[in-house]
């Protein structure tokens, strides 16, 4: 990364599946992208809980004692139900309560292999970015091609006229955790000239949570 500026980052918020997936590159790859933040001495925030990719990640950042935080819907805790966060673990009444307070408390996003939970997640915080209410990097982890078809489709939409180049760049994609946290580090966020324009401001009276609604 010589000559490059590198992005300062301290957490990153990873989404993934509550199951571990068919191949077992899934698991291997999501424990080696924890040794790899663990070792970059990146700090988690993610969904909580212990299942699934989930687990297997923040068990390998907490494994290299870096800090871990699980941000849960307060039903997902009910009789158990996603076995217990490992590292602190902060409570929340909504899923876009959950999100916003990831999208706040991270510097960059990175998704692993999941379901529909883990596309919503993605595809939240890429049009975030894309409205300019965060400038923050956001990549998929494409282990054995999991993500190929998705990224086949973002470039259909792209030639379709439906998503502008300039947005287009805001999805990253690599096939090592390395090769993406540098790509993150080396990100740099392209402003839409008009969508700049838009002024989203945090509500007067909860400040510490932000206020989405749209101002002209």
Not at 38 to 57: F, S
Request: aromatic share 8%; charged share 20%.
């Amino acid at each position: 990364m010589e000559g490059v500026s590198v992005r300062k980052i301290k957490k990153i918020c990873v989404f993934c599946g509550a199951n571990s997936g068919k191949d077992v590159a899934f698991v291997n790859a999501a424990f080696h992208l924890g040794e790899v933040l663990g070792k970059r001495k990146i700090d988690l925030v993610y969904g909580g809980g212990k299942l699934g990719l989930m687990g297997c990640v923040s068990t390998a950042v907490a494994q290299h004692e870096r800090q871990v935080l699980g941000i849960i819907p307060s039903a997902f805790t009910v009789n158990n139900l996603v076995g217990e966060t490992c590292g602190k673990e902060i409570k929340v009444a909504t899923m876009q309560e959950r999100l916003v307070m990831m999208m706040e408390l991270s510097d960059a996003f990175i998704a692993l292999p999941g379901g529909f939970g883990t596309l919503e997640e993605l595809f939240q915080m890429i049009s975030w970015a894309q409205l300019s209410i965060h400038n923050k990097p956001i990549g998929v982890l494409n282990i054995n091609g999991f993500f190929n078809g998705l990224l086949s489709f973002v470039d259909h939409a792209v030639k379709q006229e439906f998503i502008t180049p300039r947005a287009r760049k805001i999805l990253i994609s690599a096939t090592t955790a390395d090769e993406l946290v540098d790509k993150l580090q080396a990100f740099r966020f392209e402003y839409d000239p008009a969508l700049s324009k838009l002024k989203w401001s945090p509500s007067s009276s909860q400040k510490e949570k932000l206020d989405l609604t749209l101002r002209l």
